[in-house]
């Protein structure tokens, strides 16, 4: 297991150890380090898929209104 050494204010020391308290710190830094790991790879995953998706639609060929309409209309048919 590795060692991570950081400094943070005060305030938020104080603030992590009261509200922890009676929990073993280690696990629950390693957990909170684990989300935010998580979050910053989903949010990675998300904007590379918008930016996948802007790019196929850059590519993409216009459809006018009425070609859309026109389609929405058959598929109500159905």
Same mark, same amino acid.
């Given at each position: #297991?590795?060692?991570?050494?950081? %400094?943070?204010?005060? &305030? ?5 150890? =009261?509200?922890? *308290?009676? *929990?073993? *710190? %280690?696990? /629950?830094?390693? =957990?909170? #380090?684990?989300?935010?790991? =998580? ?6 995953? +998300?904007? =590379?898929?918008?930016? %996948? ?6 590519? #993409?060929?216009?459809?006018?209104? &009425?070609?859309?309409? +026109? /389609? ?7």
């Amino acid at each position: #297991m590795a060692t991570v050494n950081f %400094s943070v204010p005060d &305030e938020v020391k104080d603030a992590f150890n =009261e509200t922890f *308290k009676d *929990k073993n *710190k %280690s696990t /629950v830094i390693a =957990e909170l #380090m684990r989300e935010a790991v =998580e979050r910053a790879q989903r949010k990675q995953r +998300s904007h =590379e898929a918008i930016a %996948s998706i802007l790019e196929r639609r850059a590519r #993409m060929k216009p459809i006018s209104a &009425e070609a859309v309409q +026109s /389609v929405r209309d058959e598929l109500r048919e159905w």
